[in-house]
């Protein structure tokens, strides 16, 4: 078995020599180069931590099973988004007043976009 600091390095090495801004790792992969028959959560969380620090990587896991990783450094440019811009003002005045809020509401507003295709901002 490999340490979580190996297993990252080899990680990055993928990343790096795949030349993408954003790739997916299977499970798979991630056993191969961890010379590892399971994957624990602590195992995967301390190697997500690593990518981070040691080498700016986000790794994210997916629904679809494996890993999405992503250049940290390419999200910079990403769009801002703010509450006071996103939010209206019963709601946000609600936020900052500590008075009730409608999670309800949020949720049936973020489940309802869950099928939409937000796109690639490339």
Do not use: Q, W, Y
Not at 28 to 36: E, M, Q
Not at 43 to 59: E, K, Q, R, S
Not at 90 to 101: D, N, Q, T, Y
Not at 102 to 112: I, P, Q, R, Y
């Amino acid at each position: 078995m490999r340490n979580v600091n190996e297993t990252a390095l080899l990680i990055a090495v993928l990343v790096k020599r795949s030349e993408e801004r954003r790739v997916r790792v299977s499970d798979k992969t991630i056993k191969l180069l961890a010379r590892r028959e399971r994957l624990r959560s602590a195992f995967i969380a301390n190697v997500t931590d690593v990518l981070a620090t040691d080498f700016g990587l986000c790794m994210i896991e997916l629904d679809t099973g494996g890993f999405g990783i992503v250049h940290a450094k390419s999200l910079e440019g990403a769009k801002t988004v703010t509450a006071k811009r996103l939010m209206n003002d019963k709601e946000l005045k609600s936020i900052i007043h500590g008075r009730p809020v409608d999670f309800e509401e949020f949720l049936k507003e973020v489940n309802g976009d869950a099928d939409d295709d937000l796109g690639d901002a490339e």
